[in-house]
């Protein structure tokens, strides 16, 4: 699946945030991953119903639905067989809303480069989390 295009709904209210991501998967060479970002659950439903993505990545708090369980709960309902990769940098606080199939590890600590220790790679996350059904949680 490397080489194979992928196209990924990112749901994400801070523009920084999205294009954070945007530039990790660059920076780990894969320009295979094309995004699309919205803002809001409500754009999301709508691009959601609309189809055609590889994955959806999303952020648990956005500014139409800010209980985390809300709105995986909207984007499972929503996603159909699309797979879902939960990014937040609000895991520590919403760990505890979400289910115990969702692994998690903060996108705070996932971007920030410690000495003596390899950032996360967003091109293979992502390309790992379409090749699996289970929901996933950076």
Partial sequence: MANQALRVLH???DFADAMLVQQAVCEAGDFGIS???VRTL????????AGGFDLILL??????????????????????ETPLLVLSGSMSVDRDHLG???ASLDKNASFKIERGRL??????VIRNA?????FLSI
Avoid: C, W
């Fill in 35 to 37: 995004f699309e970002v």
């Fill in 59 to 80: 952020d648990l708090r956005l500014p139409d639905s800010v209980h985390p369980t809300e709105t995986l709960e909207v984007a499972r309902s929503y996603a159909g």
């Fill in 11 to 13: 749901v994400e209210d």
């Fill in 119 to 124: 950032p996360v790679n967003m091109a293979h």
């Fill in 100 to 102: 115990d199939e969702i």
């Fill in 42 to 49: 409500r754009e999301a439903k709508l691009r959601m119903q």
């Fill in 130 to 134: 379409v090749e699996t059904d289970d």
